[in-house]
């Protein structure tokens, strides 16, 4: 059998025209691009991003320079469809909309960054405890999905894929500022979220 456990090595495969090869790089990389393509541009349009992806990076694999590794390539291939998809469809949320300050949160701390209304108790006896909940985890998995289309991306990479800032920066092709801020805006909803839960027993919608 062909010994695909290095980039160089499956990338060789894949120039060889090799069906092995292609079989291993979907069954490595394909969850992590659907994973994404959902992120951005939801289920009704994830699977043809996903194979528009395959096709452009088969198309474009000769002139792979090796500058990331071969999976932080494939996903930026797919963020960049994604969002050409969603540009053409207008529903591209602008960068700077995702980037502003949310007044909800911001309101939270004063002039010096000291909290002005203090986060809620725990009831329970550990956070562990509470997100072992699976009312919460349903509701948390319905919030994430109606992140706008970066947020959830960004969201996705850093805490589903453990994706550094800098390789984030380089798949969304958005600066290491605006990768901060976004995850930055996806965890404030997500922590809104835990407590409005914690308080109420019921799904925050945002």
Known sequence: ??????????????????DAGFVHA???YQPSM????????GEAISDEVVQEAWLSAIRSLSRFEGRSSLKTWLLRIVANE?????RRENRLTSLDALTQDDEGFVNRFDERGHWSVYPSDWHVSSPDELLSSDQ??????????????LQSAT???????????????????????NVRVL????RQRLYR?????????????T
């Open 26 to 28: 979907v069954k490595q």
């Open 82 to 86: 994604a969002k050409s998809r969603l």
């Open 155 to 177: 969201l996705q990479l850093k805490e589903q894929q453990n994706f550094s800032l800098s390789e984030i920066c380089n798949i969304l092709d958005v600066s290491e500022s």
């Open 193 to 205: 979220c835990i407590e409005h839960f914690q308080a109420t027993g019921e799904c925050s919608p």
């Open 136 to 149: 919460l985890q349903q509701c948390l998995n319905t919030l994430i999905e109606a992140l706008p289309d």
């Open 183 to 186: 995850l930055h805006r996806a």
């Open 1 to 18: 059998m062909t010994d695909f456990s290095t980039d160089e090595s499956l990338i060789a495969a894949l120039l060889e025209g090799s």
């Open 34 to 41: 659907n994973q994404l393509a959902l992120s951005i541009c």
